[in-house]
């Protein structure tokens, strides 16, 4: 896909969610935005029924994860609208039903498209990269350890986007975390070139589309065998209308 298939396809999406009077959009429509940029996320299909979720999981591939799909549901755990690792066909039919069921109890009158059905990834190091509009210097790129560490040790570095691979390894290498990712105990390091990739495109797509107000790709897994990295969750923002 050249650049300007790719700039039309994630304009595509964005303006669908401006004219659905939106500002945020679903994990599936970020994902959506984020391939199309050729990020790489972990795969994601909307199933709108069960018969629909267990195709979808067959063709995924087991164990799979659910989620909750909801334009008005953006925090699924805390709607009980997630399960990890499931394994069956009756899992999944159990699953289904429930997570339905916990988001009416959440918000009984949430829009409900349905549950998407995500490839499971294995435990991995996991980082974040995110990207926003600031008014004074335009599009920065942040990047840190991911998960909970984020939030405990405030550990992140920043850059001007757009950016050189020079300026996204220099990233990577500043936090304090660094080592984690180098490699302790007889650990691989992590693909450090995968997330110099990353983050590059990361840093492009919110230099190119300024509607883009805030990205959140929080965790990325970084495969302990050294071997790539993949996005498992992302949230993109856009700015308000004017």
Do not use: C
Request: charged content about 30%; hydrophobic content about 45%; glycine content about 8%.
């Amino acid at each position: 896909m050249g650049l300007a298939a790719e700039k039309g396809k994630v304009a595509e999406i964005l303006n669908s969610t401006r004219k659905e009077g939106r500002r945020e959009l679903m994990e599936l429509e970020s994902k959506r935005v984020l391939a199309a940029w050729g990020v790489p996320v972990n795969r994601t299909e909307l199933a709108r029924d069960i018969s629909e979720a267990v195709k979808f999981a067959r063709e995924v591939r087991y164990p799979i994860v659910l989620k909750i799909a909801s334009p008005d549901i953006i925090h699924k755990s805390e709607a009980k609208g997630v399960r990890v690792g499931l394994s069956s066909e009756l899992e999944i039919r159990q699953s289904f039903g429930d997570l339905i069921d916990n988001a009416r109890a959440y918000k009984p009158d949430a829009k409900i498209l349905g549950v998407t059905i995500q490839e499971y990834l294995p435990p991995a190091r996991e980082v974040i990269v995110g990207a926003l509009q600031d008014p004074s210097f335009g599009a920065t790129v942040m990047f840190g350890l991911g998960g909970v560490w984020v939030e405990v040790l405030d550990d992140i570095s920043f850059r001007l986007a757009p950016l050189s691979a020079e300026d996204a390894r220099e990233m990577i290498q500043e936090i304090k975390g660094y080592p984690v990712l180098a490699g302790i105990r007889g650990t691989p390091p992590a693909d450090v070139g995968a997330l110099v990739d990353i983050i590059q495109k990361v840093g492009q797509l919110a230099h190119e589309f300024s509607e883009i107000a805030e990205m959140d790709l929080n965790p990325i897994f970084t495969f302990d065998d050294g071997k790539g990295a993949m996005v498992a969750d992302a949230r993109i923002i856009l700015v308000e209308s004017k």
